[in-house]
């Protein structure tokens, strides 16, 4: 795992984009090689899971539907999560890839709005963004608490996603290093 909280988003993401998703074949796809795995024959109309990544890349040429529904995260969902964060004492058990699939809600609101720009559209637009940054601070307030502990419980940071948990570990070791160099003789005499 990346040592930096802006490397651990890109690899969390990265992660995100090689998991298997569900499609509908649209049409026949012969066997081809996809960053080192063969994927195919597929028949037309048939299911199956293939990388996100590749599904994206099919769907674009119009040989693939991605089923979205099974796995994306919903406005819906978004706000449970906000108000069980907010209302739960410790930090709450995120779904896998949770901010993946957060920015890709936002970025999916994104795109209807282009296309459509309804009154419902936007509300559901802000809200959600509103919501995201609701549960994003509320957590950034427990990572915060748990890296001034001495002794953190090893069920809460287990309960961080992975770009919490390098986040929680640099802001961690910040912490371990100036208390440390606020007791140090060495720090007394300008060493």
């Known amino acids: 795992m990346p040592k930096r909280s802006s490397e651990s988003i890109r690899f969390a ?16 796809l012969q066997p081809v090689s996809a ?4 994927i195919g024959p597929f028949e ?17 040429d119009g040989v693939v539907k991605i089923n979205w529904e ?27 890839h949770f901010y993946p699939k957060l920015r890709a809600l936002l970025c999916a609101l994104n795109e209807a709005i282009k296309k459509n720009p309804t009154h419902t559209l936007l509300n559901e637009q802000r809200q959600s963004l509103m919501k995201a940054q609701d549960l994003i601070n ?24 992975p770009e919490e948990r ?7 070791s910040e912490i371990d290093d100036w208390r440390l160099k606020l007791l140090s003789e060495e720090t007394k005499r300008g060493e």
């Open 138 to 161: 509320c957590r950034l307030q427990k990572i915060l608490r748990l890296a001034m502990e001495r002794n953190p419980s090893k069920a809460l940071t287990e309960a961080l996603e």
């Open 70 to 96: 099974e796995g994306s995260l919903k406005p819906s969902e978004l706000y449970k999560l906000s108000w069980k964060e907010e209302k739960n004492e410790g930090i709450s058990q995120l779904p896998k």
């Open 44 to 60: 037309e109309g048939k299911e199956g899971k293939i990388p996100l990544w590749v599904a994206k890349a099919l769907e674009a």
């Open 13 to 28: 993401q990265f992660l995100y984009e090689e998991d298997l998703v569900s499609v509908t074949f649209l049409k026949q």
């Open 166 to 172: 390098a986040l929680y570990s640099a802001i961690r």
């Open 35 to 38: 960053g080192g795995a063969q």
